[in-house]
């Protein structure tokens, strides 16, 4: 190994569910094997940077002042709001068709543990978009682990709202499983088992 391989292979290593054997399977390919890869990839996140942005909002991915979600607005109709820890998390919701209202994502989820507070998620804002938007259910969508369980329990206080019911989908999602790994079927009977917290 050289050290430029080594340099891109622990930067590959340093993206959300890359282990160290797949950096090296990606060095290899992007440097040796598709050396074009390398080229149009390295394009398309030099012009990604240039252009998406996070949904002011609520934080979704979007290229304009606010996301295709906030812009249209019969999402508001349905009157609830839907939170989130990662975009992906709401892009696979979103895939399930099974939820049609807004979302807010955290871009995170509390934990003590490993310094993130809310300061440190998007939270700023939320309180605000519950009133403005008329918000009459606050579904939670969050991990079922412990961080996912503290942050349900943040966002149950912050609200404290009699108009506001707050529910979370629990059904259907294995202990410590995160939205983004379920399959459709199972999003679906998760939201539509969803139960008030
Ligand atoms: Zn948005």
Do not use: W
């Not at 807004?102 to 998620?121: A, C, T």
């Not at 008329?134 to 969508?141: C, H, R």
């Not at 079927?185 to 008030?196: H, I, P, Q, Y």
């Amino acid at each position: 190994m050289t050290p430029a391989f080594e340099a891109l292979q622990k930067e590959l290593k340093r993206l959300p569910g890359v282990g160290f054997r797949s950096a090296e399977r990606m060095a290899i390919y992007l440097l040796l094997e598709k050396p074009e890869a390398a080229e149009r990839l390295s394009e398309a996140i030099l012009r990604a940077r240039e252009c998406v942005r996070s949904c002011s909002v609520c934080g979704n991915v979007c290229e304009d002042e606010l996301c295709s979600i906030c812009a249209d607005s019969r999402r508001e109709e349905s009157g609830s709001l839907c939170v989130v820890e990662h975009v992906s998390d709401l892009m696979a919701i979103e895939k399930s068709g099974a939820y049609r209202g807004r979302y807010h994502v955290l871009h995170g989820k509390l934990s003590p543990i490993n310094g993130v507070g809310p300061e440190n998620l998007n939270l700023d804002g939320l309180a605000k978009r519950i009133e403005e938007e008329g918000v009459g259910e606050l579904i939670l969508a969050l991990p079922n682990d412990v961080e996912g369980e503290a942050t349900c329990h943040y966002l149950t206080e912050l609200v404290e709202s009699d108009k506001v019911e707050v529910s979370r989908i629990g059904f259907g999602l294995p202990s410590g499983a995160s939205v983004l790994y379920a399959d459709s079927g199972t999003l679906k009977s998760a939201l539509d088992a969803r139960k008030r917290y």
